[in-house]
């Protein structure tokens, strides 16, 4: 059985308990990275032709080639949980000694219902939009979070 997003954030933070952090700024700006890419991704492949190509202006590089987008898409879910449990959480606990909102758990709790209600077989074009959301969101969850801890 699939593992949930929950348990995937809860196995990302374990794993980070044995290697803690003394500065985290670089972890979140590492969450930021792979969450643009994510956003990028879901924007760009299935929707343009030849979309894992080099663009020819600075864009972050999609995650996945174009042939393998509908597999890909599916594990949006889990992959912005393993990036939240792994990197954002443990890097704003290091910053701030402890402490850290509860607006990134609750995106834990959307990435449980988006992997939920994906239909079996091909991924939608619905479902896909729904996902870009949720990456949205969990971007700017983190971006806010940066901004915040950074003098």
Not at 79 to 86: C, F, K, R
Request: net charge neutral; hydrophobic share 40%; glycine share 6%.
């Amino acid at each position: 059985m699939p593992k949930t997003c929950q348990e995937i954030y809860s196995d990302a933070r374990l794993r980070w308990a044995e290697i803690p952090l003394r500065e985290g700024g670089y972890k979140l700006r590492e969450t930021i990275d792979t969450l643009e890419r994510v956003v990028a991704t879901l924007a760009r492949c299935g929707r343009e032709p030849n979309s894992y190509a080099w663009p020819p202006v600075a864009k972050p590089m999609p995650l996945c080639l174009d042939w393998e987008f509908r597999s890909w898409a599916r594990k949006v879910p889990t992959l912005i949980a393993n990036e939240i449990g792994y990197n954002a959480i443990p890097a704003i606990e290091a910053i701030t000694g402890g402490s850290f909102p509860p607006g990134l758990t609750n995106i834990i709790d959307e990435c449980e219902a988006a992997r939920c209600a994906l239909p079996k077989g091909r991924t939608s074009k619905q479902s896909i939009d729904a996902m870009h959301d949720l990456a949205q969101r969990a971007l700017t969850a983190v971006t806010e979070q940066l901004c915040a801890l950074e003098p």
